[in-house]
């Protein structure tokens, strides 16, 4: 996994994130474009998203994060990527931390 095509995003989305759908919305998105990791709510009211795959299906996921699902509305997306450590094999939603 470790190539120069490949990453790791940390992600953490702030503004109307919860119950409304959201970490089901990047699921599906993480999942359609084969990524792996996982999604979880934050104690904060914020959503966090660990995502491994290919940079591009990376950007895709960016961009999806940003744009939201219907019933959220995103203030903000911080955005870490680091190298892929090919930990996952699927993607998951995770409990609430």
Do not use: C
């Amino acid at each position: 996994m470790n190539s120069i095509t490949e990453g790791r995003l940390h992600a953490k989305v702030k503004g109307r994130v919860q119950g409304v759908g959201f970490r089901y919305y990047v699921m599906n998105a993480a999942v359609e474009l084969g990524l792996t990791g996982w999604v979880r709510n934050r104690r904060d009211g914020s959503v966090e998203v660990l995502a491994e795959g290919d940079l591009d299906h990376i950007k895709s996921l960016v961009r999806a994060l940003e744009r939201g699902s219907r019933s959220s509305a995103v203030r903000e997306v911080k955005t870490r990527l680091q190298p892929a450590s090919g930990e996952f094999d699927s993607f998951f939603v995770r409990p609430t931390l």
